[in-house]
């Protein structure tokens, strides 16, 4: 007996192959030279990326997560390889990866209705946060434009204290959403919009420091990205502000999300939140994808950006990276005290 009813099975297997559609379209105009480079230390060749996505899939959905059937695991694990050395390695050509991607997802379509459904979603998710860190590395190289919408909305509005849930229950949501707690905050008050480019300038000429991508053809009424934590929480506080935790983030956008623009779509939103488990976390389906990254190095981002797709840029999801780190899609939402 199949795990999986047939509506299940085909909604999975729609979302599979969306996925890669959106992979490949990212790539597509793309020469080889593009594709083995290494544009930056923070960021993998492309091709990295791409054979890295087909042996996440062949190890979780055709290994059960187990390294030693996996084929060219100590090229493509994440933690065995630092990003700034994959330029080094004697990676899988452009046409062997996508081949890898080809024969890793027959195999997958084939043994589709005995799998965990859990396990399939966090293929999909992964694959896509891949198509983000690629965008990432295309933008910085010059090599695609950002879509950034225009800032439209103004002012900020109070979220009222009391409970609210933080978290979720959601069938796509990772370990590090649960388990979903009551979570008790005082009131506060939370810009409904984003920092535009202009606003950002007025900071940069009174001696703040630039984000990584920075020159007068900015448009003035779009959101700025590329900012580091640093230069947000610098940001928030030079104007007599601050960052929202990543609870209140959550409660305002939950229960007053429709007065908050651009929640999703537009830039990821720094939270002065060190990333850590949930109380009564339990790491699934294995320990590296959120736990190694617990204990106060790294800050949370909420929100998603112009590139997110919208599987991940849910309400609930929680997004980090090293508080310097600003190649990300990075922006600021302010918020202060009620
Ligand atoms: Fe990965």
Same mark, same amino acid.
């Given at each position: 007996?199949?795990?999986?009813? &047939?509506?299940? /099975? *085909?909604? @999975?297997?729609?979302? =599979?192959?969306?996925?890669?559609?959106?992979?490949?379209?990212?790539?597509?105009?793309?020469?080889?030279?593009?594709?083995?480079?290494?544009? &930056?230390?923070? /960021? *993998?060749? @492309?091709?990295?990326? =791409?054979?890295h996505v087909a042996h996440f899939e062949e190890l979780w959905l055709l290994h059960g997560g187990d390294r030693r059937r996996s084929e060219h695991v100590e090229l493509y694990d994440a933690f065995a390889n630092p990003r700034s050395e994959r330029g080094r390695l004697r990676l899988l050509t452009p046409d062997e990866a996508r081949d890898y991607l080809r024969r890793v997802r027959e195999a997958v379509l084939d043994v589709l209705p005995d799998l965990d459904p859990f396990l399939v979603r966090?293929?999909?998710?992964?694959?896509?946060?891949?198509?983000?860190?690629m965008a990432q590395t295309l933008v910085l190289a010059g090599l695609l434009d950002a879509e950034l919408p225009e800032v439209t909305a103004s002012g900020d509005i109070v979220v009222r204290a009391g409970a609210f849930t933080l978290g979720s229950t959601d069938e796509w949501a990772y370990d590090n959403?649960?388990?979903?707690?009551?979570?008790?905050?005082?009131a506060f008050r939370i810009d409904r919009a984003l920092v535009t480019n202009a606003e950002y300038a007025e900071?940069?000429?009174?001696?703040?420091?630039?984000?990584?991508?920075?020159?007068?053809?900015?448009?003035?009424?779009?959101?700025v990205q590329h900012v580091s934590f640093h230069e947000a929480e610098a940001y928030a506080r030079w104007r007599g502000k601050r960052l929202p935790s990543e609870a209140e983030w959550e409660k305002a956008v939950k229960t007053l999300g429709a007065e908050l623009e651009h929640t999703r779509g537009a830039v990821w939103q720094w939270t002065r939140t060190a990333f850590h488990g949930y109380p009564g976390f339990v790491a699934f389906p294995y320990r590296e994808y959120s736990e190694p990254f617990f204990g106060g190095d790294y800050m949370v981002l909420r929100g998603g950006s112009w590139i997110t797709d919208p599987v991940v840029s849910r309400t609930t999801f929680r997004n980090w990276d090293l508080p310097q780190r600003r190649q990300i899609f990075s922006g600021i939402r302010c918020a202060s005290d009620g």
């Open positions: 007996m199949s795990l999986l009813g &047939s509506a299940a /099975q *085909s909604e @999975l297997a729609f979302e =599979l192959e969306r996925t890669r559609g959106r992979t490949e379209e990212l790539l597509e105009s793309l020469s080889d030279e593009q594709l083995t480079r290494q544009f &930056s230390p923070l /960021q *993998s060749p @492309l091709v990295w990326d =791409l054979a966090t293929v999909v998710q992964h694959e896509l946060q891949h198509g983000e860190t959403e649960r388990p979903a707690h009551i979570v008790e905050l005082p900071f940069v000429d009174a001696g703040g420091a630039p984000p990584l991508v920075w020159h007068d053809g900015l448009p003035a009424r779009q959101p």
